[in-house]
């Protein structure tokens, strides 16, 4: 991005329930083409909305925080590799939906950020909710950041 102006697009991106990958790829790229219609310079989307991903795995993942958690985790590579793309293709920055991922033994709720040339970093949650600390056990990440767009 360059100029004094950002142009921020922030998705109302609603999680749901997905029969197929194809089905998310679809999903997301709908969402990012009508979001980078315009000026649009970044995209953000919310957080924990990558947990939809575990209902690729079935309701028996979706039911089980630990299988939710892991069966979002495993597609994280595959979920990066669209979001380039994507962002590549639209001429757009993104910032994904967070989504949990194990660091030293722990879960962290991270944010990536992509830009139309490849992965620029990512940020992981500093603060945590109640649920998040004490149901969920996810944990502060990695300390702030600037991620140069």
Request: glycine share 8%.
């Amino acid at each position: 991005m360059s100029g004094d102006v950002v142009r921020l697009g922030v998705a109302a991106y609603p999680p749901g329930w997905l029969d197929s990958w194809d089905d998310y790829a679809a999903k997301l790229s709908h969402w990012v083409a009508t979001g980078a219609t315009g000026s649009t310079d970044l995209l953000l989307f919310p957080e924990y909305a990558s947990l939809e991903l575990a209902s690729l795995d079935g309701l028996a993942a979706c039911a089980d925080l630990e299988a939710c958690l892991n069966a979002v985790e495993q597609r994280s590579e595959a979920v990066l590799r669209l979001h380039r793309q994507l962002a590549e293709r639209h001429r757009i920055t993104l910032v994904a939906a967070s989504m949990p991922v194990r660091r030293g033994g722990r879960w962290v709720n991270r944010a990536h950020v992509v830009g139309p040339d490849g992965l620029l970093g990512h940020q992981d949650k500093q603060i945590m909710t109640r649920f998040e600390r004490e149901t969920w056990n996810i944990h502060r990440g990695e300390p702030l950041r600037v991620i140069d767009t």
